[in-house]
């Protein structure tokens, strides 16, 4: 689909990093924060971002 972007590959040290293919209009977080500004900041809420093994079993979920 054209707007899904292609996933090259997962870097795991020194910490976790995604490659995906180069996204015109930048990341997603970014044009979500900039079209709703009310989208709760995780760190200034003190709230724990989604652990890798969350992750996973999410991502897993999706070609269901």
Known sequence: HSNVVS?????LSPTLSLL???MEKGDLVTL????NPD??????AGLEPLGLTRLLHIS????K
């Open 20 to 22: 995906y293919e180069f």
């Open 39 to 44: 989208l709760v900041d995780l760190e200034a």
């Open 32 to 35: 979500l924060r900039n079209h």
């Open 7 to 11: 996933f090259y590959g997962v870097c």
């Open 60 to 63: 897993e979920q999706v070609p």
